[in-house]
């Protein structure tokens, strides 16, 4: 939510048929060496300007961890 309150997004997990959050597995991403899949959700988008507000509900959206390692060439 920005601090002033005119817009938010939330997050709501969603579960597979076990009762876990549903994750999508073995999926590369960028350059990241590795990440923990991707936690797959539902978002609602919400923006509250007097002029132009509007609302999205059930949206796909996802969380991923990753993890980036490299090395910085000397000069750079």
């Known amino acids: 939510?920005?601090?002033?309150?005119?817009?938010k997004i939330q997050l709501d997990k969603v579960f597979d048929s076990h009762g876990n959050q549903s994750v999508a597995n073995n999926t590369a991403y960028w350059a990241a060496n590795s990440n923990t899949g991707f936690r797959l959700a539902k978002s609602t988008h919400e923006y509250n300007d007097a002029e132009n507000p509007y609302s999205y509900?059930?949206?796909n959206g996802f969380v991923i961890t990753l993890t980036a390692?490299?090395?910085?060439?000397?000069?750079?």
């Open 57 to 59: 509900e059930g949206r």
């Open 1 to 7: 939510m920005l601090a002033s309150g005119l817009a």
């Open 69 to 76: 390692e490299g090395v910085i060439p000397a000069g750079e």
